[in-house]
């Protein structure tokens, strides 16, 4: 897939609220370090995930479905097999009208899903990390692609 810069920072710079789906409370797992990262940048992180409903995460309560939040969402970002997306970008737009973006993490697609969320006006992000997109467009990628905040004169 290829998506445009200037996409990709529209997409970043109009979400405020995001689901992500198959969220880990295992803070070695990308889906956690992906999730809190984009709650520290100050987006507001709905943790999905129905193994850990109730815990919190983030400052926010873990929620087993999409069908549990209450209010708009922007943005789902989905940390699940490309198997799964379907039933989960079909619950999305049933759910929330004003839903901007579908974004599908490295090494997730899904082309009918994909299609089916465009045709309704959605923009669809696939195989891409929208922490990795926001610190290459934001200009917070450092040594080796890590925001490490460590500056080394040996280089």
């Not at 409370?25 to 850990?52: D, E, M, T, W």
């Not at 006006?121 to 917070?140: A, D, H, S, W």
Request: net charge positive; proline share 5%; charged share 25%.
């Amino acid at each position: 897939m290829s998506y445009s810069d200037d996409l990709l920072r529209t997409v970043l710079k109009r979400a405020r609220r995001i689901a992500v789906v198959g969220v880990s409370a295992n803070p070695v797992r990308p889906s956690y370090f992906v999730a809190r990262y984009l709650s520290l940048k100050g987006f507001q992180v709905i943790p999905v995930n129905p193994g850990h409903a109730g815990e919190t995460l983030f400052g926010a309560r873990v929620v087993g479905s999409l069908a549990e939040i209450e209010g708009k969402v922007d943005m789902v970002d989905i940390f699940r097999r490309s198997e799964a997306v379907p039933p989960i970008v079909d619950e999305a737009l049933e759910l929330f009208p004003e839903l901007q973006t579908i974004w599908m993490q490295i090494g997730v697609e899904h082309a009918e899903a994909a299609a089916k969320a465009e045709a309704r006006g959605v923009t669809v992000i696939m195989n891409r990390c929208p922490k990795i997109e926001y610190q290459r467009l934001f200009g917070e990628l450092r040594m080796g692609g890590f925001a490490t905040g460590i500056v080394s004169s040996k280089l």
